[in-house]
Nanobody
Framework: QVHLVESGGGLVQAGGSLRLSCVASGRTETIYAMGWFRQAPGKEREFVAAISRSGRRTNFADSVEGRFTISRDNAKATVYLQMNSLKPEDTAEYYC????????????????????WGQGTQVTVSS
């Protein structure tokens, strides 16, 4: 079992930045890909970014490419999402998720590929 706790959300003006963190606990040695998803009010949850176990491979949604970066510290069992040039349309609940499928460079976009999920952290971008 893996437990995930996100932090770093908040209210920011358009053009600003936020850094989200997600700390994993439990059987962290089973974690491979780590990802971020988001869900805006009235919309389905969508993929944001993912990073492979080695950190060498990343994957981003088109809507955040070039503005967001993802990184991880395996020693701390933590994944980060640096969000720059934020837009009002980035407003959403952001969720961390991890995959335990043993493929070192796998960076899936599909929700059903992720086994464990955090409770979410709210990001609100004002115009």
């Amino acid at each position: 079992q893996v437990h995930l706790v996100e932090s770093g959300g908040g209210l920011v003006q358009a053009g600003g930045s936020l850094r989200l963190s997600c700390v994993a606990s439990g059987r962290t040695e089973t974690i491979y890909a780590m990802g971020w998803f988001r869900q805006a009010p009235g919309k389905e949850r969508e993929f944001v970014a993912a990073i492979s176990r080695s950190g060498r491979r990343t994957n981003f949604a088109d809507s955040v490419e070039g503005r967001f970066t993802i990184s991880r510290d395996n020693a701390k069992a933590t994944v980060y999402l640096q969000m720059n040039s934020l837009k009002p349309e980035d407003t959403a609940e952001y969720y961390c998720a991890v995959d335990t499928f043993p493929a070192s460079e796998y960076v899936p976009e599909e929700e059903n590929k992720y086994k464990y999920w955090g409770q979410g952290t709210q990001v609100t971008v004002s115009s």
